[in-house]
């Protein structure tokens, strides 16, 4: 069974920046893709950035130019470098992989931008 394991959640004041870690369990020869959901209050689901196994990655239009994805190989983590927070930021943000085309779900880390 896949686990993936968040860290880096909290509170922050609007402009701040916070940095989400994954740790996926599964190997990285197995690992198709990884990134992060994020559900507001009220609101569904909705992907906010991903990076597949070539590298490549892909933004929801809203954290453009403020967020950035990357990947340690070498741990098969991903991180989510979050700059210049907005309060509509606030959600709970939730990692996901693809494993062997199957999708998994970590347990989710809430981020709160105070205005």
């Known amino acids: 069974q896949v686990q993936l394991v968040e860290s880096g959640g909290g509170l922050v004041q609007a402009g701040g920046s916070l940095r989400l870690s994954c740790a996926n369990s599964?190997?990285?020869?197995?690992?198709?893709?990884m990134g992060w959901y994020r559900q507001a209050p009220g609101k569904q689901r909705q992907m906010a950035a991903s990076?597949?196994?070539?590298?490549?990655?892909n933004y929801a239009e809203s954290v453009k130019g403020r967020f950035t994805i990357s990947r340690d190989n070498t741990k098969n983590t991903v991180y989510l470098q979050m700059n210049t927070l907005k309060p509509e930021d606030t959600a709970v943000y939730y990692c996901?992989?693809?494993?062997?085309?199957?999708?998994?779900w970590g347990q989710g880390t809430q981020v709160t931008v105070s205005s």
């Open positions: 599964a190997a990285i020869s197995e690992t198709n893709a």
């Open positions: 996901f992989t693809i494993v062997n085309s199957e999708f998994y």
């Open positions: 990076i597949v196994s070539t590298g490549a990655t």
